[in-house]
């Protein structure tokens, strides 16, 4: 009888050291995550309809803090520039340096350097577009909004020096999630962008980030549950006095 006690007492005082690691790891992950998070992105709130459907009014976002020279075509960036008003705005990388960005093409869609381009992610009832043609200066970028009746985008800028694009240093982020409605999700990479040269961009850390978070809080749960719950079960595990034989 006095081994079983001291058997139940070592293995509480196992299950106590485990639950105390589990909740230390589990506050280190969740705090990283969060300060690798604070790090890596900038929440930027979305003021105008100008990327509509891709985010909205009001959407909370994350992008990843970068320069533009990783930026690439089909980017959703938070940029900058001093004609642009100096304000942060948000719009679509649609060319680089030394693409030739013209629209129309067949079926009225946007062509860069001659290539029509599939765009799902536009606003269906805001495909079409006036007429124009930009030869994108090296180091620039040429910049549109998903709402294409509504953004006031490089389009609107095309009589300046640099045919309506914006320099690359005037890139602060790049999007990557929609943070709020938590339904939001990923911000894509368009196919139509990964035909081209160079490609699209991959992702950023931005799930794994979330999945550091959640494994944290996970272990900081399960580790201050598991005291309470194994010292209930042993005490309904521990045999009652008239079972051990004593009157």
């Known amino acids: 009888m006095g081994g ?28 990283g995550g969060f300060v690798w998070g604070a790090l890596v992105y900038q929440p930027y709130t979305v003021p105008t309809d100008s990327m509509v459907p891709t985010v909205d009014v009001g ?9 533009g020279e990783d930026v690439r075509r089909g980017d959703v960036v938070i940029f ?12 679509r990388v649609v060319g ?6 013209a629209c129309c093409g067949d079926g009225g869609r946007l062509t860069v350097n001659g290539r029509a381009l599939d765009e799902p992610y536009l ?21 549109m909004g ?23 240093s005037a890139v602060e982020a790049r999007v ?4 709020w409605p938590l339904d939001g999700g990923m911000v894509g990479r368009p196919d139509a962008f990964a035909e081209l040269p160079g490609g699209v961009s991959r992702p950023g850390p931005v799930k794994l980030m979330v999945a550091t978070v959640a494994g944290g809080a996970g272990l ?8 309470p719950v194994a010292a209930w079960i042993g005490r309904a595990r521990r045999p009652k006095p008239e079972a051990a034989g004593v009157v």
């Open 59 to 67: 959407d909370r976002v994350l992008a990843e803090r970068m320069g």
């Open 123 to 143: 606003r269906a009832e805001g495909r079409a577009a006036e007429d124009f043609t930009a030869k994108v200066p090296e180091g620039h970028l040429f910049l």
């Open 146 to 168: 998903d709402d294409r009746r509504t953004s006031l985008d490089s389009r609107s800028h095309l009589e300046e020096t640099d045919n309506g694009a914006v320099p690359r």
């Open 96 to 101: 680089v340096g030394g693409d030739e960005v």
């Open 4 to 31: 079983t006690g001291r058997d139940g007492a070592g293995g509480g005082r196992l299950g106590s050291a485990l639950s105390g690691i589990a909740v230390a790891v589990g506050c280190v992950l969740f705090l």
């Open 220 to 227: 900081i749960l399960g580790g201050a549950v598991y005291g």
């Open 80 to 91: 900058r520039d001093k004609d642009w008003g100096n304000l942060p705005m948000i719009k």
């Open 176 to 179: 990557d999630a929609i943070a």
